[in-house]
């Protein structure tokens, strides 16, 4: 995460000089689609190591916005907005260790706005938030060093019953060309399930 930072800043600093705010022609249509990297915490997983309901980690995110434009600097559109997580939970017995690999995909879907100002914008959102959660349980002796998998306790991929989801994205355009354009953006989502995620990324912007 620090290096993907490092590098999205120093594109920035080589980049901002080739960005063309001079250029006022814009299309009916817009799109903004960026990828990226995310801290996230979920207050609702269990984490049985700290005695906390609660984990956190690193995942790679992906959205993609469409809308109209209303007006010269404001549109209107729909976002997805979605990840992928995986994390490992360890409980260790007198002679044994369980291990669980969760694989959760976290996805958005929401109604937002597109603001756009010069080579900025803002992109607030709020929708459906819902996530697909999959375990799969190992069970290894300490004695034996042998391990076999748990199918009885794995879970099969499912969907939760989704909540209320919000967020935000800011962006900066670095190189422009005709519509399109290259830049770097910020994003942080909550959602009425306890779930939070600042994340950072390289975005395509159709104006």
Not at 5 to 25: K, T
Not at 92 to 121: C, H, K, N, R
Not at 143 to 158: K, M, N
Request: proline share 3%.
């Amino acid at each position: 995460m620090k290096a993907a930072l490092l590098v999205l800043v120093l594109l920035a600093v080589a980049g901002v000089s080739h960005a063309d705010p001079a250029d006022d022609e814009t299309s009916r249509f817009v799109m903004q689609a960026g990828v990226g990297g995310r801290y996230w915490r979920d207050l609702s997983r269990p984490d049985p190591n700290q005695n906390l309901t609660s984990a956190s980690g690193e995942a790679g995110a992906v959205q993609v916005m469409g809308g109209v434009r209303l007006y010269d600097g404001l549109s209107l559109g729909i976002r997805l907005v979605g990840a992928w997580e995986r994390y490992t939970l360890q409980s260790f017995g007198m002679q044994s260790t369980d291990t669980s690999i969760y694989t959760v995909v976290p996805f958005d879907l929401a109604g937002t706005l597109l603001f756009e100002i010069d080579i900025f914008w803002v992109s607030p959102w709020v929708g459906w938030h819902t996530q697909r959660t999959q375990v799969s349980e190992t069970h290894c002796r300490g004695g034996a060093g042998t391990c076999e998998q748990r199918p009885d306790l794995s879970i099969d991929g499912h969907w939760n019953t989704g909540g209320l989801g919000f967020g935000m994205a800011v962006g900066l355009d670095m190189i422009a060309h005709a519509h399109h354009r290259l830049g770097m953006f910020i994003e942080g989502q909550g959602s009425s399930r306890d779930y939070f995620a600042i994340g950072l990324g390289i975005s395509y912007r159709r104006r």
